[in-house]
């Protein structure tokens, strides 16, 4: 053998050997994600110290339909839903004489519901801070109106008066500002009626909430058991291969959701920007000695598991793990945010990305990414335009 072939042959086993090294080092190194399909949105915005995340998530979701629509980007007022919905949910509060749950919290079709009711109007128009502040902080104005509503319910006149709402009102007028019957925008005067018809061109009819669970039949609707669904909105039940195939088919076809569920997990960081679901039970970690994995402890697997150092096993989620953690309070429904996107990690594990409403200060600038076990495990519901139903699903639906 001659030495141009001898020189050949090394040079082809140290090309080989560098690119295993390298696919090794990538499993072994923090996530890293490509973006598979990512849909177009407005920018990130925080809710600050404030309950509503729904208005956030809910609003942006709005937002971006109006860009897939070919409609100019624009920033509509969260605190305009806030404000009306507290309103509306304040009558039902003392119809109920306090037996439901009256805080700041709420659900997407509340903001729906508000367009249906109220229209909308731009962030310009209606910012909601009469009270000082340059973002929403609204551990005063809650405790206030839950205050009030509390006084109203103990009667002590022993007959309401027909004063009580509008004293209801008169405090949101002090808190958000009153509300406006007409505005300009774009060198055009709107109500927010007509600005929700004309300029938005939103029909509320055409969003729909999904979940899945057990305890009701499978498609069918049902008013979903949730505190902050304080205006017994329905939502609609499908399996739970079905659940993730609508938002696969929704991004896959330029449509995005929203994310409703829990982010108390140990798995979900924030700070990392990422939310997963690993295996407790797994025997051994890439890179990690099976004798020595083994005879840990559960805290020092936890530690190693949930480092977000590099990708690891998660846990398999079926039916009946997501109907035992909703039945046993497990999954809460403490936070929404704005699915915009699909991506792999470098193990080609599949990832949401969501968008957040708790500012740009963590690594991915706002949003974050959560693999598919986290999401089937901890989403409650979903909202989703009709269209982005996949045709066999939406017929079960009778869509």
Same mark, same amino acid.
């Given at each position: ?26 499993? %072994? ?20 110290? !404030? ?18 629509? =070919? +409609?100019? *980007? ?13 309103? #509306? ?15 700041? =919290? /709420? ?65 949101? #007028? ?11 925008? +774009? /060198? ?9 018809? %004309? ?5 509320? %009819?055409? $969003? ?22 304080? #205006? ?23 449509? !995005?959701?929203?994310?409703? =569920? ?10 990392? /920007? ?34 977000? *150092? +590099? ?21 809460? %429904? ?9 991506? *792999? ?11 957040? !409403? ?5 690594? $991915? ?19 989703? !335009? ?9 017929? +079960?639906?009778?869509?």
């Amino acid at each position: 053998m001659n030495v141009k072939k001898i020189s050949c042959i090394f040079l082809v086993m140290l090309f080989s050997q560098q690119v295993l090294k390298a696919q090794t080092d990538s499993k %072994d190194k923090a996530y890293e994600f490509k973006m598979i399909k990512e849909i177009q949105t407005t920018p990130v915005k925080d809710q600050y110290r !404030s309950s509503t995340c729904w208005s956030f998530a809910t609003i942006s979701f709005l937002e971006t339909e109006m860009i897939r629509t =070919g +409609k100019p *980007e624009i920033d509509l007022s969260e605190a305009w839903v806030v404000r009306n919905a507290y309103s #509306d949910k304040a009558v039902k509060y003392v119809r109920l004489q306090g037996n439901l749950n009256f805080a700041g =919290g /709420g659900a997407s079709h509340d903001v729906t519901n508000c367009i249906k009711r109220y229209g909308m109007v731009p962030e310009e128009v209606y910012q909601g801070l009469n009270y000082g502040t340059e973002k929403f902080v609204h551990g005063e104005l809650d405790a206030v109106l839950k205050g009030y509503v509390e006084s109203v319910i103990k009667n002590p006149n022993k007959e309401l008066t027909p004063a009580w709402h509008n004293g209801f009102n008169g405090i949101l #007028d002090a808190y958000f500002g009153e509300i406006p019957n007409t505005f300009n925008y +774009k /060198g055009k005067e709107y109500t927010p009626t007509t600005f929700a018809k %004309d300029y938005l061109g939103i029909n509320p %009819d055409d $969003y729909i909430e999904i979940t899945s669970y057990s305890h009701h039949p499978y498609y069918s609707q049902f008013v979903f058991e949730l505190p902050d669904n304080w #205006d017994f909105g329905l939502i609609y039940n499908v399996k739970l291969d079905e659940l993730v195939e609508i938002i696969d088919y929704a991004i896959g076809n330029g449509y !995005s959701v929203i994310y409703g =569920g829990d982010v108390s997990e140990k798995g979900f960081s924030w700070k990392n /920007g990422i939310a997963i679901m690993p295996d407790i039970n797994v025997e051994e970690t890439s890179g990690s000695d099976k004798e020595h994995w083994t005879t840990m402890s559960k805290d020092e697997k936890e530690k190693v598991l949930y480092s977000f *150092e +590099k990708p690891v096993k998660e846990m398999e989620i079926t039916p009946e793990m997501r109907q035992k953690g909703f039945d046993n309070y497990r999954t809460s %429904d403490d936070h929404s945010m704005h699915i915009i996107g699909i991506a *792999e990690d470098q193990n080609g594990n599949k990832f949401y990305k969501l968008k957040n !409403s708790w500012d740009t200060d963590n690594i $991915y600038n706002g949003y974050l990414y959560m693999s598919e076990a986290f999401l089937k495990y901890k989403i409650n519901n979903i909202m989703v !335009s009709k269209n982005a139903v996949p045709k066999e699903i939406a017929k +079960k639906l009778k869509l």
